[in-house]
């Protein structure tokens, strides 16, 4: 299990989203959770120690002490804390989990097949297994109880590893079962015991977290790399990127923090999506959002999309730049990021450009470890393009999106990419949507009143089809993947249909999405799992998922 997770959804809940709670005194809600937790950890302990004997005794584990246990603690719990509960009559949904990883780890060490020698050790492994998994839950209660954002789980890992090598010197044993498999298995249980309890929905993903936020605007300068010449603009030797810096007040953290670079769609800016920067900013992320030299609304001699080859190999740049900040001693980030754990984030064509810098076969930085693109511009990359990165991928799409229309762009994307990855489609949902509200109209097509005018001269004919010079070698070309001919991309700016989905839904959805997808790369977070895996789009008629692993 990754060591020092951070809970940032579900802290955030206990913390902020319901009165009267705070880290000094936990709350009823708290104080359920953790009587719940407790009890798991006590009920998977006892599961493994009867598999355990039963190895031993050649018989059948005798689970039902175990689950009348657990269902008197949880009833215990219930009658104690009332509605403070965030669930309820939930025993036997969590004794199956102890039921799952008893015969997952029957499963694993294949006690059946073992001589009569080998059946100490398993056993010996079984119980470690259960120790481990009893180990965790009491983590988990730390956490919630103390308020706390990182669960530290090393000692736990280290007397599971310990003990595993024990046994394994003390006898014959059989082939596999190694402390890491063993942790694997638990980890499963674990995580998905952590979402029954923790019970998170939609509201919670899309709802403020725990911290305040704040921003800071640098500017940085490559000095290696020149900005090409744009219409009337002669260019430039360097490339200089003012960026926004938005990052949770750090009195209220703990530790390093995950870091995410946003880039801005064709004619954006980094302050075109404040509520969502600021949302994920507020669950505990810091995000970078730079405005690129010739895309952003201001640049000179006019937005363009050509540029793109050298944003992809921006995104690395801002990521050296706060990195070296956070290794600076005296900056504000010093201490505060954790290089193991960045993500990137872009809409439309900074969708394209995060594609590039997490996946292209020669530029992927390979520190970026999940994307999500939001409508991104990618009808031009095909699946050799994917290659040369391996980050969980998110692609949220609207279905009512007249820009980048879906088909080419983002169902064309999902399937030439490589697992792990998602598909999150909003039905109605407008490519322009996705950054902050600048129509206040919802009866208003944002797409077609905001987008297309920019895009298409007045008058014509729709839909249209763009003539954009893109030369043979650019981005690699068809050796990378990249067709320069855009082949495959449908005309933009067709007449928009009757109906569209509201601003404040869309950037409700995506935020909830983004969240997610972010924790689970990040934190192995098991409700945001299970948040991607069945409840947005269970719980949102409008929201439909899919997803390869």
Known sequence: MNQNRIRSTAVA?????????CAASPSDEQRCLVA????????????????????????????????DSLQKAFAGA??????????????????????????????????????????????????????FASCIEKAETKVISKGLLFLDDSRCNAKLAATVTKVEGEGSCPAGGDAASIETAVEAAFREGEADLANLGTADFAGPGRYHTTSRTFTFVDSTRATRPNGTYEGAPDRTLVAAVTYPVFSETTGKLPLVVRAHGFGGFRFDS??????????????????????????????????????????GFIIDQVLALSATPGSFLEGKIDASRIGVLGHSLGGATVLGAAYHPTLADPRIKAVVAL???????????YSG???????????????????SNHLAAYSDANPEKYLVSLDGGLHTNFISDFLHDDSINADDAL?????????????????????????????????????????????????????GRQIELGEAAATAMFERAFFSSGPADRMLTERLDGENADVAISYER
């Open 36 to 67: 719940k937790h407790k009890a798991v950890g006590k009920h998977q302990g006892c599961m493994l120690r009867s598999l355990a004997a039963a190895v031993l005794e050649s018989g059948t584990p005798d689970s039902i002490s175990c689950d």
């Open 274 to 315: 404040t509520e969502l920067v600021d949302h994920l900013a507020s669950h505990g992320m810091i995000v970078v959002s730079p405005e690129f030299p010739l895309s952003s609304l201001n640049a000179p001699g006019g937005p363009t999309l050509v540029d793109l080859d050298e944003q992809v190999v921006d995104v």
């Open 375 to 385: 409508a991104p511009l990618a009808c031009f990359f095909e699946h050799e393009f």
């Open 389 to 407: 990165g391996t980050a969980p991928l998110m692609i949220v799409s609207g279905t009512a999106d007249i820009v980048t229309l879906p088909t």
């Open 78 to 131: 219930e009658d104690r804390y009332g509605s403070s509960c965030r669930t309820s009559g939930d025993a036997s949904v969590l004794a199956s989990r102890g039921a799952d990883l008893a015969g997952a780890l029957d499963v694993l060490l294949d006690p059946g097949s073992a001589d009569a020698g080998q059946l100490a050790c398993i056993a010996g492994k079984i119980e470690a297994a259960g120790r």
């Open 451 to 503: 987008a297309c005018p920019s895009l298409i001269p007045p008058g014509s004919p729709r839909p249209v089809t763009l003539e954009v010079t893109i030369p043979d070698d650019f981005l690699g070309g068809a050796a990378a993947g990249v067709d320069t001919t855009a082949s495959a991309c449908e005309p933009i700016c067709p007449l928009p249909g009757p109906t569209w989905m509201a601003h």
């Open 13 to 21: 809940l206990l913390l902020v989203a319901l009165p009267g709670l």
